[in-house]
């Protein structure tokens, strides 16, 4: 079967792209360019697209043997992605953009240029697994429950699901995962994993938002109506929240407050 490796340049799509090559499938191995400025996603960002990300990809990709190429789906991610993720911080929502990632640019953008280039599919190195149940493919979590990320990847319908491959899904531990990744002589076996935006390469999501809707100030009230702060964009919050709030005075009663709602 001819598959499609995304590489990232972290060690989990290092290793799936390794044992898809290792159960037989002819891999190609292909890097996602996500930022329309590459300056966006510099190297030493905490995301998992930066400059340095695209090197560890392709010396992965050396290593394992196989064909390289980087994708510029910069358009798709920024129309479908960002602006959604955008959209939905200025409606008073938080957005979780790993879902809409995997909805729109790997499982769809991707899958479907190599649909159209002659792949069969497309392995990741998400920890889910994939099952044949009585009503068709069912999409499972992963062995390794606290690695589990199958819940940014069900929006995937079946057509999705019969081209996709998870190749850690069975994983015992991430643990494992980094002593096969050296095994195989991967020098990215020992990089932390990435856990912020992408998009948001210095972590700062209240500043990203802020630059790109502006300075939107009101009133921070209580759930008696009674103003307590000031805001300058009510986007920067989220129901639960609990720091950084900036009130003026405590609860009465002195216990923590937290936000209950955002009204934009």
Request: glycine letters at 10%; proline letters at 3%.
């Amino acid at each position: 079967m001819q598959v499609l490796a995304a590489l990232s340049g972290g060690v989990d799509s290092a290793v799936a792209a390794a044992r898809a090559v290792e159960a037989g499938h002819e891999v190609v191995g292909v890097h996602m360019a996500l930022s329309r400025s590459r300056a966006e996603h510099r190297t030493g960002s905490r995301g998992c697209c930066s400059i340095e990300d695209a090197s560890d990809a392709r010396r992965a990709a050396d290593v394992l043997g196989i064909p390289f190429y980087v994708w510029d789906l910069s358009e798709e991610f920024e129309e479908t992605v960002v602006a959604d993720f955008l959209s939905e911080y200025e409606a008073g929502r938080t957005p979780n953009p790993c879902v809409r990632c995997n909805e729109h640019v790997k499982f769809s953008a991707l899958l479907d240029r190599g649909i159209a280039l002659g792949f069969d599919a497309v392995a990741t190195g998400h920890y889910a697994r994939i099952e044949r149940g009585a009503g068709g493919l069912e999409l499972h979590r992963a062995r390794t429950i606290e690695k589990d990320q199958s819940y940014v990847l069900a929006v995937m319908g079946q057509d999705r699901l019969a081209r996709s491959l998870f190749p850690l899904g069975d994983a015992s531990s991430k643990a494992d995962i980094r002593a096969e990744a050296a095994a195989r002589g991967l020098t990215l076996s020992e990089k932390p994993d990435s856990y912020d935006i992408c998009f948001v390469a210095d972590g700062d999501t209240r500043g990203f938002l802020q630059s790109r809707l502006g300075s939107r100030p009101g009133e921070v009230v209580d759930v008696e109506g009674e103003v307590v702060g000031e805001h300058d964009g009510a986007y920067a919050f989220t129901v639960g929240q609990r720091r950084g709030l900036a009130l003026g005075r405590p609860a009465a009663d002195g216990r923590a407050r937290y936000v209950v709602d955002v009204q934009p």
